[in-house]
Nanobody, 121 residues
């Protein structure tokens, strides 16, 4: 089990960029898959991006080409670089860790507190 702390959320104009970071503790990080999810008001939490322990990456179609997920196992961090942001990207973003890369919440066993991303038009 890992403990995750997110940072980097904020307010940005449409077309701008923002970088989210997640700092992890615990012995499982290096061999766990990491994922980013987001939840907009009144909507269900959805998968955004994921990365395996060895660096294989997956993105949801709506962010592919705009978002980049990365990890540094030595520094125990995972990042989400977001570019060309759109108002529909506005949501609370959550970092998650699990034994395998998955698209659903129940495949992850550790979660960050969430960080708000607001994109203005």
């Amino acid at each position: 089990q890992a403990q995750l702390v997110e940072s980097g959320g904020g307010l940005v104009q449409a077309g701008g960029s923002l970088r989210l970071s997640c700092a992890a503790s615990g012995r499982t990080f290096s061999t766990y898959a990491m994922g980013w999810f987001r939840q907009a008001p009144g909507k269900e939490r959805e998968f955004v991006a994921g990365i395996t322990w060895y660096g294989d990456k997956t993105y949801t179609d709506s962010v592919k080409g705009r978002f980049t997920i990365s990890r540094d196992n030595a520094k125990r961090t995972v990042n989400l670089q977001m570019s060309s942001l759109k108002p529909e990207d506005t949501a609370v973003y959550y970092c998650a860790a699990g034994p395998r890369l998955g698209y659903t919440m129940n495949e992850y066993d550790a979660w960050g507190q969430g960080t708000q991303v607001t994109v203005s038009s």
